[in-house]
C-alpha cells in the first residue's frame, strides 16, 4: 500500500524520492573548497558526507514534488549568481555591511523558502529532525498549496551571507532573537533566518526583511570568530 502524500493527503499515489534541498543547490553550494562540505546534521554526532544531499520516499508524491519546482528553479538561480560587488554597501569606516538587490522574485524566494522549512519539519530524516514546526506545520501547507503570498509573509525572512565561511549546509536549528522564535537555514555561505512565531519581528531586524517593492538586503558577517564558526570545529572534529 502506498503511503500518504504530506501534501495532498492522497495515499493512492506512488511517492517520490523527495529532496529536501534542492540536489542543484546542495550540490552546487558546495563544490568548493577542501572541507567541501554536504554535511547536514546535528553537532556531536557523525555526519557522512553526501554528494546528492538528503531525501525522503516517504512524504511526497510526485505531482507535489513538482509544484515546488519553479520557486526552486528561480531561488537556486538566485542563490547561485555571483553577486554583483557594486550593491556592496560599506559603513563609515569601510566595513562591509551588506550586499543590496534591487530586482528578485518576492514571491517565489518566499514560497521557496517556506517549502524547503516545511519539507526539513514533516521528513523523520535524522539530520532534519532539528525542525519541528509544531501548529505553523499545517498553516505552511496550506499556504504551500494555495500559493498565498498574504498569508506566506507572517514568516518573515532576513539573508545574512558570512564571509569566507566553508562551503558546507548545516543543519538548520531554531533560535530566538529578543523573545521571538526563528529557525536558521544554512545554505552554503547563506544564512537565511525564518520568523515562525506570531509575535512581531524584533524592531532591529524590521528594515531588513525580505518584502515585495523593496531591495532585499543581505547582511554581511565574518564567519571567523562567529558562533557558527563553534559549531563547524564540533562538527569537523568528529571525522
Ligand atoms: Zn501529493
Excluded at 547536514?40 to 508524491?61: A, E, F, M, Q, R
Excluded at 526583511?209 to 532585499?216: D, G, I, S, T
Aim: proline share 4%; charged share 25%.
Amino acid at each position: 500500500m502506498n503511503k500518504l502524500c504530506k501534501l495532498c493527503g492522497i495515499s493512492e499515489k506512488q511517492l517520490v524520492n523527495a529532496h529536501i534541498i534542492p540536489r542543484g543547490l546542495h550540490k552546487q553550494l558546495c563544490m568548493v573548497g577542501e572541507e567541501s562540505g554536504i554535511r547536514l546534521g546535528s553537532p556531536g554526532k557523525y555526519h557522512k558526507k553526501s554528494p546528492i544531499g538528503v531525501w525522503d520516499d516517504t512524504i511526497l508524491c510526485a505531482g507535489c514534488d513538482n509544484s515546488f519546482s519553479l520557486w526552486e528553479k528561480y531561488s537556486c538561480e538566485f542563490l547561485l549568481s555571483p553577486i554583483n560587488e557594486n550593491t556592496l554597501i560599506n559603513d563609515l569606516i569601510g566595513h562591509k555591511l551588506a550586499y543590496r538587490v534591487d530586482r528578485f522574485e518576492y514571491d517565489k524566494l518566499q514560497l521557496f523558502f517556506l517549502s524547503l522549512l516545511w519539507k526539513a519539519s514533516i521528513t523523520k530524516k535524522e539530520e532534519f529532525n532539528t525542525v519541528n514546526l509544531g501548529p505553523y506545520e499545517t498553516v505552511m501547507k496550506d499556504i504551500i498549496l494555495s500559493g498565498d503570498i498574504n498569508k506566506a509573509s507572517q514568516f518573515s525572512i532576513l539573508f545574512r551571507r558570512l564571509l569566507k565561511g566553508p562551503n558546507m549546509h548545516l543543519f538548520p536549528a531554531f533560535f530566538r532573537k529578543e523573545g521571538v522564535n526563528f529557525f536558521h537555514l544554512y545554505l552554503g555561505e547563506f544564512e537565511v533566518w525564518i520568523k515562525v512565531d506570531k509575535q512581531k519581528l524584533p524592531k532591529t531586524l524590521e528594515g531588513f526583511v525580505l518584502k515585495p517593492q523593496k531591495p532585499l538586503w543581505i547582511l554581511l558577517r565574518n564567519f571567523s570568530g562567529s558562533n557558527i564558526e563553534n559549531t563547524v570545529k564540533s562538527i569537523n572534529l568528529k571525522h
